[in-house]
């Protein structure tokens, strides 16, 4: 059973860092592309950051600058370095993995609350 996990969400203060992890439960390789997405209250869930398998990575427009894919293939775990974070990041994260276009996967995501 595909299972992707997202950890590292919580509260900080406008202006701080956190670090997202999303843990595969197999080999990342798998995947043809990994990413972030995010859903604030009200809104439609939304493109954060994308990592291909060969690293290629696409940002939304509101992230470029501050937000950070990356991979760690021995660890079969994709993070997102977020910082200079503003009470506009406030969303629950999610970790979305497609194998094709016929098989997504998506994690249980984690919140994330950015304080002003």
């Known amino acids: 059973q595909v299972q992707l996990v997202e950890s590292g969400g919580g509260l900080v203060q406008a202006g701080g860092s956190l670090r997202l992890s999303c843990a595969a439960s197999?080999?990342?390789?798998?995947?043809?592309?990994m990413g972030w997405y995010r859903q604030a209250p009200g809104l439609q869930r939304e493109l954060v950051a994308v990592i291909t398998r060969g690293g290629f990575t696409v940002y939304g427009d509101s992230v470029k600058g501050r937000f950070t894919i990356s991979r760690d293939n021995a660890k079969n775990t994709v993070y997102l370095q977020m910082n200079s974070l503003e009470p506009e990041d406030t969303a629950v994260y999610y970790c979305?993995?497609?194998?094709?276009?016929?098989?997504?996967?998506w994690g249980q995501g984690t919140q994330v609350i950015v304080s002003s």
């Open positions: 979305r993995g497609d194998k094709s276009p016929s098989f997504t996967y």
């Open positions: 197999g080999s990342i390789f798998s995947y043809n592309t």
